[in-house]
């Protein structure tokens, strides 16, 4: 199984990326799927997160601005950023919960940078 993430750059602030993330290998289902970063010197954070129903939550940081969905038949999560901030300049990891065979474990991409300059 892996998870490949495109998406990220370098925007100015208030502008707008996007980001997607696709699961590919033997999967039998998929839980939930979400976005996390880590700035320089900080730890690993979640920006979103979405349920396999849609059901979502998002970082206060983020609210508003941000927005995750997903397409179950591709096995694909993407966020849309919107207004972006130089506060949100990190590394973005897609995560998802996937169950290969009878467990569930938990599976990162391989992370995609994205730069807000001010």
């Known amino acids: 199984v892996q998870l490949q993430a495109s998406g990220g750059g370098l925007v100015q602030a208030g502008g707008s990326l996007r980001l997607s993330c696709t699961a590919s290998?033997?999967?039998?289902?998929?839980?939930?799927m979400g976005w996390y970063r880590q700035a320089p010197g900080k730890q690993r954070e979640l920006v979103a997160i979405i349920a396999y129903g849609g059901s979502t939550n998002y970082a206060d940081s983020v609210n508003s601005r941000f927005t995750i969905s997903r397409d179950n038949a591709k096995n694909t999560v993407t966020l849309q950023m919107n207004s972006l901030k130089p506060e949100d300049t990190a590394v973005y990891f897609c995560?998802?919960?996937?169950?290969?065979?009878?467990?569930?474990?938990?599976?990162w991409g391989q992370g995609t940078q994205v730069t807000v300059s001010s």
């Open positions: 995560n998802a919960e996937i169950r290969e065979r009878v467990l569930f474990r938990a599976y």
């Open positions: 290998g033997s999967i039998s289902s998929i839980r939930d």
